[in-house]
């Protein structure tokens, strides 16, 4: 995010340990306080202005902070974070916590965070969904794999964490961890009627049991290098209205020679397959295969009732000779 020329800032990045004379500056707006050696944030709870927190690369172990007022966007990514609690800012818009060691989502009370949008958990330790009940949700990020790097020059010195893009050839050490994500089952976002990007990349999850028809908004899913292996489990995607891009790449399901065609067959709506559109004569097929299976549906239904009607005379006859 660009710093904004008129506007009250600071930003330091020097090795702080405190910014307790942060204290004195309470009209603050933007603060950059990203890759230093920080723990503690309370001296922030004096800046009762503050629009934009990014405090990403320290050694904070919570994101707790006083309710401030007016903040909307606050990033507290690549610190050793285990929780969720204590965040509570009635305008924040934004949260990044991405590759801390989060396991559970905790806290984030829908009553209180009335405008957050966009939520970034990826690269943290989460075993479960629950706890995301945030309905005015459209962007979550719930990927698993994040490389974590700390700079450390020849002489042992402590650089600051970075990205996994590290510069080829050169001669500074690295020290790299892998954070990820583990979750297996889609669940407890029954309720988020505004989500409309979710990505679920590099996780273990099996099946597609628990989208809900209330997710009505969902046009992006992300569900790459997952574990989806049979084809009948697109059938659970039917009930999203509005999704038009779905990422299957590098799950079992996907080298299924009628993966394609299958999945705009339960999807009529969906474009976008991976990194390919649908073409027109994909479309048509598909319609002709859905209809197709439509008329046996309702030929079979057929069917089973008037087997029913025809069972029902014999039950009276045998019930009267009785």
Request: hydrophobic share 35%; with cysteine; aromatic share 8%.
């Amino acid at each position: 995010m660009d710093w904004p020329m008129l506007m009250p800032n600071w930003m330091l990045k020097r090795g702080l340990t405190d910014i307790y004379l942060l204290r004195s500056y309470i009209h603050l707006r933007y603060v950059d306080i990203s890759e230093n050696h920080l723990t503690d944030l309370s001296p922030l709870n004096y800046l009762t202005h503050l629009l934009w927190l990014k405090a990403d690369g320290n050694w904070l172990r919570s994101a707790q902070l006083n309710e401030l007022p007016y903040l909307q966007v606050a990033s507290f990514a690549y610190n050793q974070i285990t929780d969720t609690e204590g965040i509570s800012h009635p305008h924040l818009s934004v949260l990044d916590l991405k590759g801390n060691y989060i396991r559970m989502v905790t806290g984030l009370d829908p009553q209180k965070l009335i405008d957050l949008h966009t939520l970034e958990l990826r690269g943290n330790q989460l075993e479960s969904m629950l706890g995301i009940n945030l309905p005015k949700l459209k962007n979550l990020f719930l990927v698993a794999h994040w490389v974590r790097g700390w700079l450390v020059q020849e002489r042992g010195h402590h650089c600051g964490e970075q990205d996994a893009w590290f510069p080829v050839g050169s001669s500074t050490n690295f020290i790299i961890i892998m954070a990820q994500n583990m979750l297996t089952k889609v669940e407890g976002l029954e309720n988020l009627k505004n989500l409309t990007n979710l990505h679920l990349r590099d996780n273990q999850i099996e099946t597609l049991s628990g989208f809900s028809k209330e997710m009505k908004s969902l046009q992006y899913l992300n569900l790459r290098g997952n574990r989806i292996t049979d084809l009948r489990e697109l059938n659970k995607l039917r009930d999203l209205p509005k999704l038009q891009a779905l990422v299957l790449l590098d799950n079992p399901c996907a080298d299924d020679h009628e993966y394609r065609q299958e999945a705009l067959v339960q999807m009529a709506q969906l474009e976008r397959l991976d990194k390919e559109f649908y073409k027109e004569e994909d479309q048509a097929e598909a319609s002709e295969i859905r209809q197709q299976r439509l008329k046996e549906e309702q030929e079979q239904e057929a069917e089973a009732e008037l087997d029913t009607e025809l069972d029902h005379p014999r039950s009276n006859s045998s019930h009267l000779q009785g």
